[in-house]
Structures are given as structure tokens and as C-alpha cells.
């Protein structure tokens, strides 16, 4: 079964980090652009970062400086560091796949999806 899992999203007070993690299991992760994207409720999803499958990584401006976007080969992960966070930050993330890692913030490539992890992002 083809299927990516995301874990790692919870509680964090402000400033405070998190890292989230894109398990992949019935297909190998490695020869994707993998992508990290959230929804914000009444709002559209967005991206947030990407790795390409060649390691080439991208973010969006509000994300630059603050996450990075890693890739374990013999886990079949993705993972996202999110350093610095703050209330704005609070909402669903998810990871797909994608065919091509811009524009980032762009949902038009991405094809396969895990089913999200909830941060929050309070005091």
C-alpha cells in the first residue's frame, strides 16, 4: 500500500521548535520532490518548503531562516525542522509528493498525500 505518514506536529509555546517527520511506506520516497505544505482553516493550502529529488531544497519567504527541509534515504523520510515558531504557524501540516518543487508554494504537482499533523503554536 502506497502511503506517507506524517508524525510530529503538537503543542509548542512561542520561539519554541518542533520537527516533523514523512514516512513513506510502499514506494520509495527517494525519487520524488517531496513537499511540505499547511492549511489554515478558511484558508487555501499552501506550500511551505520542498526537497527535490535531487536535493535541491526551496522555501517560501515567510519560512526562509526558520525551517529546513531534510531527507533520511534509508529512513524513506522527509523531515521538517521548524525553528523560531509562532502563533501564525498553527494549523495542519501536511506532505505530498510532487512532480516539480516550484513555484513552492503551489499545490498545482503535488500528487500524494499523507493525512496531516496539527501544530500549535501557543503560550
Known amino acids: 500500500q502506497v502511503q506517507l505518514v506524517e508524525s510530529g506536529g503538537g503543542l509548542v509555546q512561542p520561539g519554541g521548535s518542533l520537527r516533523l517527520s514523512c514516512a513513506a511506506s510502499?514506494?520509495?520516497?527517494?525519487?520524488?520532490?517531496v513537499g511540505w505544505f499547511r492549511q489554515a482553516p478558511g484558508k487555501e493550502r499552501e506550500g511551505v518548503s520542498c526537497i527535490s529529488s535531487t536535493d535541491g531544497t526551496y522555501y517560501a519567504n515567510s519560512m526562509k531562516g526558520r525551517f529546513t527541509i531534510s531527507r533520511d534515504k534509508a529512513k524513506n523520510t522527509v523531515y521538517l525542522q521548524m525553528n523560531s515558531l509562532n502563533p501564525e504557524d498553527t494549523t495542519v501540516y501536511y506532505c505530498a509528493t510532487r512532480g516539480t518543487c516550484t513555484p513552492v508554494t503551489s499545490t498545482f504537482s503535488a500528487f500524494a498525500w499523507g493525512q496531516g499533523t496539527q501544530v500549535t503554536v501557543s503560550s
Open positions: 510502499g514506494f520509495t520516497l527517494n525519487q520524488y520532490a
